[in-house]
């Protein structure tokens, strides 16, 4: 297997191209980048002489699909959906299968916030999304939708449960928090592990969830959850609420009577977001101040991302606890893992990144047999399930499940 990371200086797609080398499978690893120092500094963090850097613009259309002609899967772990459309557009015409990590069902797009994300003339983004499934579906190509850690692990261990249990409601409530010693460092108790922009998006957008069996809109970070996490040797009190991380869901299991996906944050971040709201320092819409035309919402990230960022000792963690209710049994899973301090990968970057690179595993073998725009909870199951839970165990990624 040859596997092609696009965005592979990132810190989710370091962490994939680091699981490809290491974890064996892949006699070729490329990883895609913009700046030759960049890829020079991933190569020599990875050490594996598996691994080709490749400098390239994906607009570059052309160069990419030559570039892609080269490898048998690829695995897309950038930040927006602009370059994760283009990249899957190139790749269909290409041939290529893809995993693609983006909170994204790309087959319906949200409308909200599309971050340069454009419609070809005379299409809605449902109709342009539901071009690229048929379009990839005819040339035989599989798109692995939003194969991370939330969308992705969650999805795929979620559906499980409801599998067993015959379930007809169902919640995921994932995050990435920091330890809680590292909490206490930072503003907002955060701490950066990817895009913060991203995080922003995902707190100002509205939110699509099935309710009574219908799909509804709320308001992000609303029907918050206080709860006692005592699994995985832990026991802490942690809060979530709702944001857009699952959409995928909301039409491969449509025929469940409530859903909704929450994010884990310690006590107190979702009053701090509040505060925030209410002042307008999230908003997009631009002002006039002395003349220049400027978004709050750059202002504030100009000033909290520094404040944000890990310090030195500084580690995550990444929490999961889905439910699924049935009519006479309910299921758990629950996950609580750190980070990979030896080998310098954050948490959010270990579960993001070897939930990804298994899939693409996968994928690659010919173990997914689904062609088109297809969600994890339809790709990762039966035999295929068995093996990507214990590849994520071979990685110390421990998911526990109960039944009562």
């Known amino acids: 297997m040859k596997a092609l990371v696009f965005g592979g200086t990132g ?11 290491r974890y064996g499978g892949a006699e070729a690893v490329g990883i895609v980048g913009r700046s030759s120092p960049s890829l020079d500094k991933t190569l020599k963090w990875i050490g594996s002489e598996k691994v080709v850097a490749h400098v390239l613009d994906i607009a570059d259309a052309r160069k990419a699909r030559a570039l892609m002609q080269e490898y048998d899967v690829g695995i897309i772990t950038l930040p927006d959906r602009k370059g994760s459309y283009k990249t899957i557009e190139t790749a269909i015409g290409t041939g290529l299968n893809v995993v693609d990590i983006l909170e994204e069902y790309h087959r319906r797009p949200d409308p909200y916030e599309t971050e340069g994300l454009e419609a070809q003339a005379g299409m809605s983004l449902d109709d342009y999304g539901e071009s690229l499934h048929k379009r990839a579906r005819d040339c035989g190509v599989t798109l692995l939708d939003g194969m991370g850690f939330a969308p992705g692990l969650a999805n795929v261990t979620l559906a499980e449960g409801i599998r067993k249990v015959q379930a007809t409601s169902a919640v995921a409530r994932v995050g990435g928090i920091p330890s809680r010693k590292a909490a206490a460092r930072h503003p907002l108790q955060y701490m950066i592990t990817w895009s913060f922009e991203h995080v922003l998006r995902e707190y100002m957008v509205n939110v699509r969830t099935i309710q009574d069996g219908k799909i509804a809109e ?184 109960t039944i009562k």
């Not at 699994?231 to 802490?236: A, I, N, P, V």
Request: proline share 5%.
């Open 11 to 21: 810190r989710i797609g370091s962490a994939v191209a680091w699981d490809l080398a």
């Open 218 to 401: 709320v308001k992000a970070t609303s029907e918050r959850e206080s709860f006692r996490f005592q699994e995985c040797g832990q026991d802490e009190e942690l809060e979530c609420a709702i944001t857009p991380g699952m959409p995928s869901f909301l039409y491969t299991r449509s025929r469940l009577l409530s859903f909704s996906e929450k994010t884990i944050r310690w006590p107190g971040h979702w009053q701090a977001i509040d505060t925030l709201k209410d002042c307008g320092l999230l908003d997009i819409e631009p002002l006039n101040f002395a003349g220049v035309a400027v978004r709050p919402r750059d202002i504030f990230l100009l000033l909290i991302e520094p404040r944000l960022r890990p310090l030195p000792g500084d580690e995550d963690v990444c929490v999961m606890w889905n439910t699924a209710w049935g009519k006479e049994k309910q299921t758990d899973c629950f996950m609580w893992t750190g980070a990979d301090s030896a080998n310098g990968i954050s948490a959010m970057a270990r579960v993001t990144g070897s939930s990804a690179a298994v899939a693409a595993r996968l994928l690659a073998k010919g173990e997914i047999k689904e062609k088109g725009i297809v969600a994890p909870e339809d790709a990762i199951k039966d035999d295929a399930y068995r093996v990507f839970m214990q590849e994520l165990e071979r990685r110390g990624i421990i998911v526990a499940e």
